[in-house]
């Protein structure tokens, strides 16, 4: 079974520009999480899909952020215009049925200029 | 609302010594908790849980650890540390009464580095 795989591994822009990263979850896992590490801080939950739906957004830092999860497979997570504080590393994941593990991808290092 | 405490940024020890990485933690009720480790250039990898029943509990690569309600701690312990295992530890927990939700709350991460 394939893994939680995330895309760009590593994006470099500069402020204002837009990024957008991608999740593409374990195949037919309905829950997919987004987490976010900020530099030498926690790991800290941003949102959480149901399939196609938003079920916990309330980690979502402003309004400069947007996920989607169109059909309920991939998700995306873009942020625009982006700012040097968003720069960190952006974890998707899945929780493993019936274990209450999350299964993580290897995340996608944003580093804003 | 839960929070994690990882109080030591970096943990070092030479290879073959053991090695206990900190964790405390505060949630209301009765928690389930996580290790997590990062290697370089690699994801989180569950390493183990606790979520009731033994207090000492086992997981990959030859660790354990020894959840202690009295002192709401959850230390991450190996009897014998290996080069390999140096990366970044998280612990983390989740509040067992968000019915259907696995958000977790993690710590800041704990640096161990083997010395060979």
């Known amino acids: 079974e394939a893994g939680v795989t995330q895309f760009p591994s590593h994006s470099v822009i500069e402020k204002g520009q837009t990024v957008t990263l991608r999740c593409d979850p374990i195949s037919g896992h309905d829950n997919l999480y987004w987490y976010r590490r900020v530099m030498g801080k926690e790991i800290k939950f941003l949102l959480h899909f149901v399939k196609e739906s938003k079920q916990d957004e309330s980690g979502m830092p402003n309004n400069r952020f947007l996920a989607e999860r169109t059909g309920g497979t991939y998700s995306t997570l873009k942020v625009q215009p982006a700012e040097l504080e968003d720069s960190g590393v952006y974890f998707c994941?899945?929780?493993?049925?019936?274990?209450?593990?999350?299964?993580f991808g290897e995340g996608s290092r944003l580093t804003v200029l | 609302a839960q929070s994690v405490a990882q109080p030591e940024d970096q943990v070092n020890v030479a290879e073959g010594n053991p090695l206990t990485v900190k964790c405390t933690y505060s949630v209301s009720g009765n928690p389930y908790l996580f290790w997590y480790v990062q290697y370089p250039n690699r994801g989180l990898q569950f390493l183990l849980k606790?979520?009731?029943?033994?207090?000492l509990v086992k997981g990959s690569y030859g660790f354990e650890a020894e959840f202690n309600k009295s002192q709401t701690s959850f230390h991450l312990k190996k009897p014998s540390a290996l080069v390999s295992d140096s990366a970044l530890y998280f612990c983390a927990v989740r509040d067992p009464s968000g019915a259907g939700s696995y958000q977790l709350t993690f710590g800041k991460g704990t640096k161990l580095s083997v010395i060979p």
């Open positions: 606790y979520i009731t029943g033994d207090n």
């Open positions: 994941a899945n929780h493993i049925t019936g274990t209450g593990e999350l299964f």
